[in-house]
Each structure stands twice: as structure tokens, then as C-alpha cells.
């Protein structure tokens, strides 16, 4: 099972006007305008895939956040770096680096120098070891109750130095993507635990840009069900019931 999202869910805000232009083959582009001048066009294929996505700026800059439009060559697992979990520079636990320079340095580091290639968007999401080439951050502040992707008041208010680190970064470079993981115990079905983990992720987007005004656009989402447990355990874990959040500009973006 993998879940195929509305990427653009995030995008329509209070006040944004959306203009959907259909095509023949079946896919569609999006534009979302903002109050502030921005822009900002996703082009999906016929399935719900979301292929593409442009972020034009106030000023007329054009930003290709990611383009899975253009071919990009096969992932062959065995030939990456084999990273195991908790070894790049910047995995951690947000608890321990709740400052913005700690979780800017964290969120800037790079993917292993070795990999001289981009990826597509869909195989960053799908395959667990090309995410692995760029650190993550466990979100280890926010443990959903069993069932649920709900955050409380207290536990948003503590993704302050996250959000700030965030916005940080997208200022500085309009062209950075953030994947916003979620994951969840082993406890239920796996089809449902995927739908709810996607739940998740997108709870703490959504948090990060009510509360803390980081841009949507340069965020995905992705849910990874019960497939990447922290405790590996079939009894209820509130730790595997988590988020987290990886800086994927690096693995989006050609090299060469």
C-alpha cells in the first residue's frame, strides 16, 4: 500500500484564489494566488500524481521547486551509500536541538558527497534509502494518541524553533523542499495506519504554516504507516506514533 495524496490541499488558504485548468490526457495545473503576489502552479498527472510545482515570487522570480516531468534514471538500491539509521550529520531528536541554529545546521546538512544525481520527488517518497542519503529529524515532541492525528495547543507551540529554522531557510532560498514524514505504531491494520500516519504528517504542516508562516508550497507530505518504526514492537509505542522532517532540496536538485 502507498498513499497517493492531494499535494495541494495544503496550498489553498484563507483568501487564496485557485484557477484548476483541465487537459485532455487528464492532468491538471493549478494555480494558487496569494494576497502577498506569490503564485504558485502544480501540474498533476491523470492519476493524482503531482508532477510538478512553481513557486513564483512577488518580484517575478520563478522557483521549479520539483519536477518529476523530466525522466530521471533508475534507483539501483545496492549502488547508494548504505546509510544506517541515526549515522548522517543532523539525525536527531527535535527535544534535543529546539534552538534555530541547532535545527538550521541540522536541516542544511547535506546528502552523502558520493551521490552525484537527482532524484524524482516519487522516488525520494518511495524508496526508504534514497531518503536516508539526507538526515532526519524525529519530531519527538509531538506523540499522537492512539487513532489520532490530532495536535494539541502546547505540542504546536513547541515547533517554534522548527518553524522559525524553516522559514529561515526558505527566505534565504525560495527553492528548498521539506518532506513532512508520518508514521505510526504497528498497532491495527496496515492499510489504515497509512491513512493515518498521512493524517499526521499533514497535521504538523499544517501547524508549521498556521502557526509559524512557513510557505506550504515548500513542503510535502508523505505518510509511511507502521513501515518505519522506532521501537520495533507490535504493541502500542506512543514513540513510533511520531512525525518527522527531512531537508530533500538537495536530492530534488541536479548535481552536475
Known sequence: FRVLRDDDVLLRRPGSEV??????DGSTRNVVAYDNGTTVETIRA???????????LPDGQEVVLFDDTQAAETVVVNDLPQVTDGANQGDGNYRDMQD????????????????????????????????????????DT?????????????EAEELAALGNAMRRAIADNPSEVFLI????????SEALNLALSDRRAESVALALTEYFDVPPENMVLQGYGESDLLIPTTDAARENRRAAVRRITSLLQSRN
Open 181 to 188: 514524514e508520518g508514521h505510526t505504531d504497528a498497532v491495527g
Open 100 to 139: 534555530v541554529d541547532s535545527l538550521a545546521r541540522a536541516l542544511a546538512a547535506a546528502q552523502d558527497p558520493a551521490v552525484d544525481r537527482r532524484f524524482s520527488l516519487n522516488q525520494v517518497r518511495n524508496i526508504r534509502a534514497v531518503r536516508k542519503l539526507v538526515p532526519v529529524i524525529t519530531v
Open 46 to 56: 491523470a492519476d493524482g500524481r503531482v508532477l510538478r510545482r512553481l513557486r513564483r
Open 19 to 24: 484557477t484548476t485548468y483541465r487537459y485532455d
Open 142 to 154: 509531538i506523540t499522537f494518541e492512539t487513532n489520532s492525528a490530532a495536535i494539541r495547543p502546547a
